[in-house]
């Protein structure tokens, strides 16, 4: 795993990820005893995420190889084999590059534990048939994770630049073809 703090990224709050995942204290390099410290300060503290703008990029085409009608959902991961639902958008119709935008009002996520990892799936709902969607890939976030890099960078909110989405459903079935990326914007505020 790579060290996405750098002192360019501390200064524009924008963080590139080379992984589909932000989960630990190997994402932050030389700052990983400053990020422990900070993680045993708020182990069991909750907060609030807000969601400003999520962007897709040069998705894989699940309709008849030509686009997508891709949607998201944010789930907590829990122990276990549940893993809660706690939003999903509507489909946007016959794209490979969709964004969802909440400046005016963002997506709120309320009272989160802060370690616990928020996994946000894509898929490819089908609007012809009513059949299981398709996974269209997955990213992992830690809202505890998040919340230090806010600290270190003097954000409010950050984007987080993943240049590889993840294969696995929540289902734990693994999808080889998978393409593109996520943009996301979001924010933590700890109580």
Known sequence: MSNIVTDE??????????????????????HKDDHKKFKSE????????????????NLVAKDKGVSSDPYITFHMLTPGKKH????????????????????KDPLAITDYHVWSPLHIEIKDKDLLV???????????????????????SGKDKITLEFHKLGHKSLKGHDHSNITGSINITLGITLK
């Open 130 to 152: 009513k059949v299981k969607s398709a996974f269209m890939g997955s990213i992992e976030i830690n809202p505890g994770t998040l919340a230090y890099l806010q600290k270190i």
């Open 84 to 103: 809660p639902k706690l939003w999903k958008s509507s489909a946007i119709k016959k794209t490979l590059n969709p964004s969802w935008a909440f400046d």
């Open 9 to 30: 990224a501390k200064s524009s709050g924008k963080y590139v990820l080379n992984h589909s995942h932000i989960l630990n204290e190997d994402s932050v390099g030389s």
């Open 42 to 57: 708020t182990e069991k503290k909750y907060g609030n995420i807000k969601v400003y703008e999520i962007n897709a990029r």
